[in-house]
């Protein structure tokens, strides 16, 4: 461990899949106790960035320190035991799992799992209720539950909550609040808030510039693979960020094009 070096950096990563250059020279680095937004509309290379992070893909060049050592993901396995959890879009993916049960799934035994030599239903659901509880999730007192029946902040909340029971040092939240309702969203915003307190890095993907703003510390946008702008809180507006995303010149076409229809709807009728 090098002393002052960040969780993760990446140096130049990049990654070709065959006829398309997904990523380009991406360096970034993911703090502790803090909240990195990666922001990019579809197509900008965003999952690809999370599946390097999460041990799915190889990067074709560049390198990834973990505490400023360079490491090697070669698996989602090797990912999770330097720390890094990923909570996918809905997540996980245990509809017809209960509750108890999709706390535990895939947890290392050596862990947190101790006090759980055989699965203990009555336990596993007594811990992941406690857990959800403890990040305000309050609606869901029983653990015989199935995960299908959760509303989508609910899940996310159980995602995030064993990440954090099982001592993630990084989460990474793919569009956490990408299909939620406002009032959802702003509770998923508060956990991000509270993962960060406890220390924890947190990487989050979103296309949402004002769910970003109202919770990153550090910001940094992929256009077409590329990293097109990296800042931090503060030093861009929201419309400056949507603006670069949406990429301006196709905006203003776009305006222009609508106030020429309105002028020739109103044309029309008079
Ligand atoms: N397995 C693959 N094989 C070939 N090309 C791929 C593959 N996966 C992604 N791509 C391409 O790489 C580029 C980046 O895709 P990626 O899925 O990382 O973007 P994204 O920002 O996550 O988009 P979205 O928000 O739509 O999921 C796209 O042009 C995509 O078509």
Redesign the pocket.
Known sequence: MTVGAPLLRLTNVSKT????N?LLNISLDVEAGKVLCLL??????????IKILSGVHAPTAGTIEVNGEPVRFSSPRDASAYGIATVHQFGGTFPLMSVGRSFFVGAEPTKRWGPLRRFDKKLASEIAIREMQSLGITGVTDGRRLVGSLSGGERQALAIARGVYFGASVLILDEPTAALGVKEATHVLRIIMQARQKGIAVVFVT?NVLHAISVGDHFAV?IR?EKADDFRKGERTREQVTDLMAGGEAMAALEAELAEMQAQAHHDTT
Do not use: E, I, Q, W
Request: net charge neutral; charged share 10%.
């Open positions: 899949y065959v006829g398309t997904a990019g509309d579809n197509g900008a290379g965003k999952s690809t960035l296309h992929l693979g």
